[in-house]
């Protein structure tokens, strides 16, 4: 049977974790996002409604990796020696994949597993693809995040750097790409990330539950309306569903057509410096997610609105004030920085 997922469009509110979702989802290289909140909020039925309206994409049919057959720089090497040999590498279209990694996942689980007996015994290199084989060109969702164990993390942090995963075992070692949209769900009450984890993450969103009485009371409406009949619930939100997944397509074939004055860039560092965020992450980050935004609303010039609004995404997280310490708190010495720097602007 095929699951029906509560659609992207008919969630309630929430609008700057929608937006962050979208944003990733426009220009992967953003490096993922994470949101935090308490139980209740909302957090996974996002991300996995998520998938309803990622775009489809081209991959070599029955490819464990999920290979692009018009790049042979990012095919693993079973379809890179095909395609050298001028074989015919068969073509499936199909939507971007959302992989959940379980919280008990192994480490054979995520990286792969390398058959050493087969080695020794057949000559042969026999490798079973884990989770971060299937998420390769998609969408690698973790739950709970922040209490994933530390050699897990390792292991998402080398990949995602890297862009691919190498197993090695008794001298053997496979190698295949890992490159991936990595979201991450975490309640703040259950502790928070390590630094070098946490910096990871292009995007930042910190969200509490639906406040408002009438929000609330569609909230329920619509929840109810999709137990009951979920075919039917899907179905009416069919076409607001398109518009969103085209928005995207479209966004990304713009994106590259978009330009960024120099002074924004330069904003972008100067906020990143004023927060004093460690590394170049930040002022890279800011403008790719300006850009991404000003795609999403058909524009082609980047302006100092996609800028600040990006580095509210973009700097919580990596500011010297610890976001999970009081988020509140922390956008608003965010909102100030940012509003003292357009003062100083309007000074000049």
Not at 77 to 101: H, S, T
Not at 174 to 197: C, D, K, V, W, Y
Not at 235 to 259: F, G, H, V
Request: hydrophobic share 40%; charged share 30%; net charge neutral.
């Amino acid at each position: 049977m095929k699951r029906i997922l509560f659609p992207f469009s008919a969630l309630v509110n929430q609008e700057e974790m929608k937006t962050a979702l979208l944003l990733v989802a426009v220009d992967p290289s953003i490096g993922g996002v994470l949101i935090s909140g308490h139980k209740g909020a909302g957090k996974s039925t996002a991300v996995r409604a998520l998938a309803g309206i990622l775009p489809a994409i081209r991959v070599v049919k029955g490819c464990p990796y999920n290979s692009d057959p018009d790049s042979p720089q990012s095919m693993d090497e079973f379809c890179l020696k095909k395609y050298n040999e001028k074989k015919k590498l068969p073509v499936q279209i199909r939507p971007m994949r959302i992989v959940e990694l379980p919280l008990n996942a192994t480490e054979d689980r995520i990286a792969g597993t390398l058959h050493i007996e087969e080695a020794i015994r057949k000559g042969k290199r026999q490798f079973e693809p884990g989770i971060l084989a299937a998420a390769n060109r998609g969408v690698l969702y973790v739950d709970e995040v922040n209490l994933l164990e530390d050699h897990l993390v390792d292991i998402l942090l080398d990949a995602a750097a890297s862009g691919i995963n190498t197993v090695e075992r008794e001298g053997v070692s496979i190698t295949h790409p890992a490159r991936f949209i990595l979201i991450g769900t975490m309640n703040p009450e259950e502790g928070s990330l390590r630094p070098q984890f946490l910096d990871r993450f292009g995007l930042f969103v910190s969200i509490r539950g639906v406040e408002k009485r009438d929000q609330r009371r569609e909230i329920v409406l619509r929840r109810m309306a999709f137990e009951q009949d979920s075919v039917k619930f899907a179905e009416a939100w069919e076409q607001e569903e398109k518009r969103l997944s085209e928005l995207i397509l479209e966004s990304r074939r713009n994106l590259s057509q978009i330009s960024i004055p120099d002074e924004f860039i330069d904003m972008a560092i100067e906020l990143s410096e004023t927060v004093e965020a460690r590394g170049n992450r930040a002022e890279i980050v800011i403008p790719k997610a300006a850009r991404a935004l000003a795609a999403l609303h058909q524009k082609d010039v980047v302006g100092e609105v996609d800028i600040r609004n990006a580095a509210r995404f973009v700097l919580p997280h990596r500011m010297s004030f610890s976001v999970f310490h009081d988020p509140e708190e922390s956008f608003h010495k965010l909102d100030e920085i940012i509003g003292a720097f357009q003062d100083k602007k309007k000074r000049l």
